[in-house]
């Protein structure tokens, strides 16, 4: 028979990790070495008013300035969300970008800024909007200089996005170049280019001094650094960075279409880029945009930011429901059942001890219930569960009217019963028992 070893003094305790779970806060980050690049800070800035509505979400005026105020009681004066982008070609488009800077002149702490294409017609069309920087498109890839120009190639491509840089810059903005499809594209394409509109920079205020969003537009980059470019994202940062644009100047903008988007986020940061792009709660084209409120939640980790109010995106997600567009059941963090279990040893644990089954502390700190829907697995531990959350009574498990209930609920699974009992239908049985 194996003899176990003997038994020290701090086998007594249990070890919960305190420093990387503590009780009160997400997440931390415990390094084994802190990478290098890592930024002093980072944030993220929001294209739901731009991708979001691209991507298929109807936004009225109004509903396009709720969701900019949601953003204001979300970032407050945290400084973790600093930048919201808007379209301007649209009447409903120009009226959100209006209200959103009266807004900012009024102390609104989110910046609205525009996107608008690199040409020099668009460039004049953001002049006099009252903005501070402008977004424009430059998209990279040979999938688009070869196939969407004419004449195609590198060359015209570069040619127009220079001439309406030119005109940003002569406007007194700030330029803000979209690299799109920047994962799929020619190093021999991006690096040049970054160094003629830096070029082209050089003569105006640093106000102006030009940003670069990497776009992985198709979803593409991974976050591994032994892959040859243009897939690895954080070697593109690196090497941008190289090229002499500060990482405060870098933004990052995925898209999950292979699962990678918040991996992609956090190599990029680690790399030195300071900014992410994306949207809260996940809005934008095909399978979405980076979820900007888990890239916070792990930027909250890394110590990069001071943590937002995350409960106010629960009114985001109702805002959403109620346009037709709510976050799928499962989505994480505030999906209808992102905190609900069915399985009863996970309701036994969250009776036990919550933390079993919970990675930080959800009703505090994201407003979010733990739940429990009952089924044929969920045993008599839901059901206690679900008492004591809506009533604070503790019931034991061998109460002969907790019991009998039980047995009921068992009996209907037995009977083919498909779909879980929530508490609605369980309150009055449950006030019966308890009388």
Not at 85 to 100: H, I, K, N, S, W
Not at 299 to 327: D, H, I
């Amino acid at each position: 028979m194996t003899q176990l070893p003997e038994t020290r003094p701090t086998d007594s305790l249990p070890n919960l990790f305190p420093e990387a779970f503590p009780a009160d806060g997400f997440p931390q980050f415990v390094w084994t070495q802190k990478p290098a690049p890592l930024p002093a800070a980072a944030w993220v800035t929001e294209t739901t008013h731009r991708d979001g509505q691209q991507g298929g979400l109807p936004l009225t005026t109004a509903d396009g300035l709720k969701i900019y105020d949601l953003m204001g009681q979300f970032t407050g004066g945290s400084g973790a969300l600093r930048q919201a982008e808007f379209f301007v070609y649209r009447p409903a488009d120009r009226q959100m970008l209006e209200g959103a800077l009266e807004r900012h002149r009024g102390g609104h702490p989110v910046e609205p800024t525009t996107w608008i294409r690199a040409t020099r017609k668009d460039a004049d069309l953001v002049a006099g909007l009252g903005v501070r920087e402008t977004g424009m498109l430059a998209s990279a890839s040979d999938y688009h200089t070869f196939y969407k120009f004419s004449p195609a190639g590198r060359e015209q491509a570069a040619k127009t996005y220079l001439d309406a840089v030119q005109a940003v810059l002569d406007a007194g903005l700030r330029p803000r170049l979209h690299l799109e499809d920047a994962t799929r594209a020619p190093r021999e394409f991006i690096l040049p280019f970054v160094e003629q509109v830096q070029r082209l920079a050089a003569a105006f205020p640093n106000t102006q001094a030009p940003k670069f969003r990497i776009c992985d537009t198709m979803g593409v980059g991974l976050p591994l650094e032994n892959v040859e470019w243009p897939r690895s994202v954080p070697n593109m940062v690196r090497e941008l960075i190289a090229a002499g644009i500060s990482g405060e100047r870098l933004e990052f903008h995925p898209h999950n279409d292979t699962h990678l988007i918040v991996a992609n986020c956090l190599a990029a940061v680690m790399a030195g880029c300071a900014a992410i792009n994306g949207t809260l709660l996940g809005k934008g084209e095909r399978s979405g945009n980076a979820p900007l409120e888990g890239v916070l939640l792990h930027l909250v980790g890394m110590g990069l930011t001071e943590a937002p109010n995350f409960k106010a995106l629960n009114e985001l997600a109702e805002l959403y429901e109620s346009l037709g567009q709510g976050v799928p059941a499962k989505y994480p963090l505030y999906g209808r059942d992102a905190w609900r279990t069915r399985a009863g040893i996970h309701a036994d644990g969250l009776n036990k001890f919550w933390p079993m089954y919970a990675p930080f502390d959800a009703p505090k700190l994201l407003g979010r219930p733990l739940e429990v829907s009952l089924t044929k697995d969920s045993g008599v531990a839901g059901l206690i569960f679900l008492i004591r959350q809506h009533t604070g009574c503790e019931l034991p498990k061998d109460h002969a009217g907790l019991q009998a209930l039980q047995a009921d609920l068992n009996a209907e699974f037995d009977a083919g019963r498909q779909t879980a009992v929530e508490w609605e239908e369980l309150a009055e049985r449950v006030g019966q028992l308890r009388s």
